[in-house]
């Protein structure tokens, strides 16, 4: 960052510098957060540079003025996006994560292992900017179980937390993300209009990577269409009341369960007044942790764990990179090892999964030895002969429709002879990892069985 004064800069550029409202800067030296305190009703700057944080009103970066947004800026002033008051050093980090251990617990009731997993996954949303990948954290159950608390508990002391609810339009959340790059925090994230549940699900599915920002129309006044990127990449925090139907962004939340067991006395039903200060004295050390390790943390390549899908590894390993404690970090492996098992469960219920198994039983009988085809009508009757004559959407059971699943949700290839259309036996190969995928290689295929013992 340049040594000049705002003043000798005028001078030198011989005009008026305009000023950018920004709530975060990275220079090659320095890293720049803007900071709000709650009593004065002041925005300010926090530069931290060679180990030291300086507070200054405005930053000369390349020739612009940066400021921090003002405190009368109403997603300040109404505490829909929160923001520490000053970077505040603590004495360890395993220190930094019993307190924030300490501080949830007081406040809502977790299962035993979120109770560690999360004091981690809020660690990870203060440098979460490092990583190309990340999960969100997922509170389910039935009204009264606690779930809000759990957001509002846990988000309060997330990074830049940004306040919303499922019945807020969508439409400013792109925006908000777009320009705080915080932790949304959604209440209630059951959107009711279809409408609305499909805009939040773009923003959900693509705010796990910052490679696909979201794309919104724009039309200027001569109706030349210009399309506007907006970046919703980062942490994320919501509660819900059931689970979600895209398998995608299932497969993108880690899930904690509430209501499963009688609440803790010990826990105040409603919040007391000092929740909010002590969240606050909290930021403002993870503010500290965010300056001391902006750029320290990094994949760890070693926690791959190659017994769940890649999918699942993609997003579990920049969190498991951050865990420093082996119990913790070992309880992680075996709770994502076990939602990789239910997820493959649950695609053996899927109609795909049902026309996949009813496959695999006639590839296993071998019908069709001469050709060692698999025939859509084959599968079709098997189907009916098990599951009946409609789905359970009362869609009709018929070649036609098999013939569809096994080429458009299973992504196989079917070839047409004098007996009808068919799975060819080049497709052997993927079908033995179909049936690994959808949990059906317990046993083998007599195919596989008879190319083993060549």
Not at 9 to 19: A, C, D, E, L, T
Not at 97 to 109: M, T
Not at 274 to 303: T, V
Request: charged share 30%; proline share 4%; with cysteine.
């Amino acid at each position: 960052m340049t040594k000049d004064t705002f003043e000798e800069i005028k001078k030198k550029v011989k005009g008026k510098i305009s000023s950018l409202p920004i709530p975060f800067y990275k220079t090659e030296d320095s890293l720049i957060e803007m900071v709000y305190d709650p009593f004065k009703k002041t925005t300010a700057f926090a530069i931290y540079k060679n180990g030291e944080v300086k507070y200054q009103q405005s930053a000369i970066v390349d020739g612009k003025r940066l400021i921090p947004y003002s405190p009368d800026n109403n997603l300040v002033k109404h505490k829909v996006v929160l923001f520490p008051s000053k970077a505040e050093d603590y004495n360890s980090e395993a220190e930094l994560i019993a307190e924030i251990q300490d501080f949830i617990y007081r406040y809502v009731d977790l299962s035993p292992f979120f109770q560690k997993l999360t004091p981690y996954y809020v660690l990870f949303t203060w440098v979460y900017d490092c990583f190309n990948e990340l999960l969100y954290l997922r509170f389910i159950g039935d009204t009264g179980s606690g779930k809000s608390r759990a957001v509002e508990t846990v988000g309060s002391i997330c990074y830049k937390p940004i306040f919303a609810t499922g019945g807020a339009s969508v439409s400013p959340i792109f925006r908000i993300l777009d320009l705080f790059r915080g932790t949304l925090l959604i209440d209630e994230a059951d959107y009711r209009f279809s409408d609305e549940k499909a805009e939040i699900i773009k923003i959900l599915n693509c705010g796990n990577t910052p490679t696909f920002p979201v794309l919104r129309s724009k039309s200027k006044k001569q109706k030349e269409f210009d399309p506007v990127a907006f970046q919703v990449f980062g942490p994320k925090i919501f509660d819900t009341r059931g689970y979600f139907k895209d398998s995608a962004l299932e497969n993108r939340c880690l899930t904690e369960e509430m209501g499963q067991r009688k609440l803790r006395e010990d826990i105040p039903i409603n919040l007391p007044n000092q929740f909010w200060q002590e969240a606050l004295e909290i930021r403002n050390k993870l503010l500290m942790f965010r300056f001391k390790n902006y750029g320290q943390k990094e994949i760890n390549s070693e926690l791959v764990d190659r017994n769940i899908e890649p999918r699942l590894n993609q997003i579990v390993v920049p969190l498991a990179s951050i865990i420093t404690d082996d119990k913790t970090r070992k309880q992680l492996k075996d709770f994502i090892r076990e939602y990789n098992t239910q997820l493959i469960s649950d695609r053996g219920l899927e109609e795909a999964g049902q026309v996949l198994g009813i496959i695999k039983e006639i590839n296993k009988s071998t019908l069709h030895e001469t050709t060692e085809a698999i025939y859509i009508k084959d599968i079709s009757e098997r189907y009916i002969e098990k599951y009946g004559m409609t789905t359970d959407f009362g869609k009709q059971i018929n070649p036609k429709w098999i013939g569809w699943m096994v080429r458009k949700n299973l992504k196989l290839k079917t070839q047409r002879d004098n007996e009808g259309y068919a799975v060819p036996k080049s497709e052997q190969e993927k079908l033995e990892n179909l049936y690994e995928k959808y949990g059906l290689s317990g046993e083998k295929s007599e195919h596989t069985e008879h190319n083993e013992h060549k």
